[in-house]
T-cell receptor, first 109, second 112 residues
Framework: GQSLEQPSEVTAVEGAIVQINCTYQ??????LSWYQQHDGGAPTFLSY????GLEETGRFSSFLSRSDSYGYLLLQELQMKDSASYFC??????????FGPGTRLSVLP | DSGVTQTPKHLITATGQRVTLRCSPR?????VYWYQQSLDQGLQFLIQ???????AKGNILERFSAQQFPDLHSELNLSSLELGDSALYFC???????????FGPGTRLTVL
């Protein structure tokens, strides 16, 4: 099976850089995804790592290291609108998806 | 707007009842996923359909069932409802061979 762990809360100030970690225990998976969810809203896709290394999409970057069973989402030049919950997720070889518990990011002025 | 639609937006019902949630995927997407999100909880994967066939099963209760129709829309049926079934139910769709999922706005189910 798969299980993912994330910090429950992270706080940072506007303009700063924040890293949200995701550690996992899994028998195998295709790739690590990241989703953002604002309160009351639907999750929206942010980034995907199929291979080890860094993927950059604008202010967001995501990293995966399969040897360390670890990934992270990096948010740069934080804005107030980035206050939301962030979920990492994997699709296992059995095709089922597992989401992490989510990290609530609060951006302070 | 993700292109995924879900109806109804809100549903209030009583314990023991049965409800059906409906989802239409993005145009061209063959995969449909269902998730349950309880208050302040993460997303629990329930089930995936691909082009009408069940592809993967997660933590879906026996009281719950789903299907995907020839026009690719999907329905999630929840029966013998309990108070603990109150949650947001999301549907998502994806393109074949790609893990990126596009989520609908969700159906908020309240069981009284």
């Amino acid at each position: 099976g798969q299980s993912l762990e994330q910090p429950s809360e992270v706080t940072a100030v506007e303009g700063a850089i924040v890293q949200i970690n995701c550690t996992y225990q899994t028998s195998g998976f295709y790739g690590l995804s990241w989703y953002q969810q604002h309160d009351g809203g639907a999750p929206t896709f942010l980034s995907y790592n199929a291979l080890d290394g860094l993927e950059e999409t604008g202010r967001f970057s995501s990293f995966l290291s399969r040897s360390d069973s670890y990934g992270y989402l990096l948010l740069q030049e934080l804005q107030m609108k980035d206050s939301a919950s962030y979920f990492c997720a994997v699709r296992g070889y059995g095709q089922n998806f597992v989401f992490g518990p989510g990290t609530r990011l609060s951006v302070l002025p | 707007d993700s292109g995924v639609t879900q109806t109804p937006k809100h549903l209030i019902t009583a314990t023991g009842q049965r409800v059906t949630l409906r989802c239409s995927p993005r145009s061209g997407d063959l995969s449909v996923y269902w998730y349950q999100q309880s208050l302040d909880q993460g997303l629990q994967f329930l089930i995936q359909y691909y082009n009408g066939e069940e592809r993967a099963k997660g933590n879906i209760l026996e009281r719950f069932s789903a299907q995907q129709f020839p026009d690719l829309h999907s329905e999630l049926n929840l029966s013998s409802l309990e108070l603990g079934d109150s949650a947001l139910y999301f549907c998502a769709s994806s393109t074949t061979g790609v893990d990126t999922q596009y989520f609908g706005p969700g159906t908020r189910l309240t069981v009284l």
